[in-house]
């Protein structure tokens, strides 16, 4: 398996904001970002591992600015880590005034997928190797991230555990 560079792993997408794809505030729909994040981040994760993936995490979304009905959106996302057969992916969304040509850093977000067989199990991936400066900072504090993650994966199985799974009206 050979090691590839982050930037071979990169997505990028770019999309006029609509007004159906608006709330009530006439800027873009968490939701609707929400599904072009999980989308551009399996690309990546694809074009990394060359598998199918499946979305383990969605590890944080943060919405830094609203995106505008006068503005595009940019997606660019990238493989930052790998564990065995996981890969964080970082998403950075960038909102672009296309007539004066203002950029604002929308949202960040950072998910984990897993590479899978035909039967679903998990099968390993190659390493990623940074270059940029930028690259080098995500890569670099991946550590704690992932440390983070498992402390979390851990808390949602005991709840999981300790939750019903009646319906609400019995
Ligand atoms: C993700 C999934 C394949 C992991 O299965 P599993 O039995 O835990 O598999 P493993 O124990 O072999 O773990 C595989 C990797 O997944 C990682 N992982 C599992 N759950 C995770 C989570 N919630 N967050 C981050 N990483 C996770 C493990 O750390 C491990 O990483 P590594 O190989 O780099 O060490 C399984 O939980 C699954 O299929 N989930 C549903 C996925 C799905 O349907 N996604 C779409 C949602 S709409």
């Known amino acids: 398996m050979k090691d590839t560079y982050i930037r071979e792993t990169l997505a990028v997408k770019v999309s006029h904001v609509f007004p159906p794809d608006t709330n009530n505030h006439h800027t873009l729909f968490g939701g609707k970002l929400m599904s072009y994040i999980d989308d551009i981040a399996s690309i990546s994760a694809m074009r990394h591992s060359r598998s199918p993936v499946v979305t383990a995490s969605t590890d944080s979304v943060d919405f830094l600015a609203p995106i505008r009905t006068d503005e595009s959106v940019c997606l660019e996302s990238c493989v930052t880590w790998t564990g065995t057969s996981s890969m964080e992916v970082f998403v950075k969304v960038l909102a672009e005034n296309l007539i004066t040509g203002q950029r604002t850093i929308a949202a960040t977000a950072f998910l984990t997928f897993v590479a899978v067989n035909d039967e679903g199990r998990s099968v390993p991936v190659a390493n990623v ?21 498992k402390r979390r994966k851990q808390a949602s199985q005991e709840l999981a555990n300790f939750i019903h799974k009646n319906k609400p009206w019995e």
Do not use: F
């Open 129 to 149: 190797i940074p270059e940029t400066e930028e690259e080098k900072y995500l890569h670099e504090t991946a550590k704690d991230r992932v440390e983070a993650r």
